[in-house]
């Protein structure tokens, strides 16, 4: 890992521990990773897929035949560059990075469960939406419990009002019921948003590099005191992940542009969802995230309950 490098070796300048350096080499990382390896991913997924995503018929003609066997759960190579970046770059002993990836992996698995029966059925309806979110709960309620344990004081469990800085409502252990709510709308949101128009990944990018910046103050007590945030200690670390983020989807916006030539299914919708929601807990700016995925959010009361998850 580059971090132990970086940390014991004598010879690599000072600036290479800073937070930003190691943000944009995960951001290197990720894109290099996706590009690499992102034909050889798309091309078995096509060989073993065939007939590709079932695609929904009640869109435009032309969008229908263009997508038509088209593979899907690209959102592997998306996966995979975010974690071997961030296990790059990333400080292992932070252990807000760990939940957050634990959330990250745990949904995509969910995603990729439900994709695989998509595929395999050849049907829209894959995981039923009860399970699947009953099985989000679960993981985002214990990442939750984790966040809260890892608190030192009573603003932990306590939810801030944006350009409210004195109100602030205490749920005690109820919090990590409200938390695992958020991670879970999270996710589902940008699924929901990604199933509509395939597109979801420039969103992501774009609340990734918010949450980034927002990470990095959060967790610096210099800064979150001047700007008067509510300083985290250690949750600075999570801009690395971020930044692998941004750079993972840069490669995958490669492939997905238009013509697309994959999706990244649910695997990669409900992971990055569930990523956005469990750091916008972890760095206590729930009801900011409203606001960073605000498309998001406007998709998801949009869409009727016959085809949300």
């Known amino acids: 890992m580059f971090y132990w490098l970086i940390e014991h070796s004598n010879t690599v300048p000072a600036f290479a521990r800073f937070i930003t350096f190691r943000s944009g080499g995960a951001m290197v990382t990720g894109a290099l990773f996706v590009f690499l390896f992102g034909p050889w991913i798309i091309d078995r997924l096509r060989l073993r897929q065939r007939k590709g995503q079932p695609i929904r018929t009640d869109g435009p003609a032309a969008h229908i035949i263009a997508r038509k066997g088209m593979p899907t759960i690209s959102g592997l190579m ?15 002993l932070n252990p807000y990075v ?20 998509t595929i395999t059925k050849q049907t829209r309806s894959g995981v039923a939406g009860r399970f699947g979110l009953a099985i989000q709960g679960v993981i985002a309620l214990i990442a939750c419990y984790a966040l809260v344990r890892l608190g030192r004081d009573v ?11 004195d109100v602030v409502v205490n749920f005690g252990w109820f919090f990590a019921i409200f938390g695992a709510l958020v991670i879970v709308g999270a996710g589902n949101a940008v699924n929901l948003t990604d199933g509509l128009d395939g597109l979801a990944i420039v969103l992501v990018m774009i609340a990734g590099l918010s949450l980034s910046m927002i990470a990095y103050l959060t967790g610096n007590a210099v800064l979150s005191d001047y700007l008067q945030m509510r300083y985290v200690a250690g949750t600075s670390e999570l801009a690395v992940l971020c930044g692998a983020v941004l750079g993972a989807g840069l490669g995958f916006l490669w492939f997905n542009a238009p013509p697309a030539s994959t999706f990244m299914g649910d695997t990669g919708s409900l992971a990055l969802g569930g990523m956005l929601g469990a750091i916008a807990v972890a760095v206590k700016h729930e009801m900011l995230l409203a606001v960073i995925v605000g ?9 009727p309950r016959n085809r949300a998850y």
């Open 98 to 117: 760990w939940i957050v990836l634990a959330v990250t992996l745990g949904f995509g698995f969910v995603g990729f469960y439900n994709d695989y029966l």
């Open 78 to 92: 998306i996966l995979s560059g975010l974690v071997v970046s961030t296990l790059l770059w990333a400080n292992p």
């Open 295 to 303: 498309l998001f959010v406007l998709q998801a009361v949009s869409v």
């Open 155 to 165: 603003t932990y469990t306590s939810l801030g009002v944006p350009f409210l800085k």
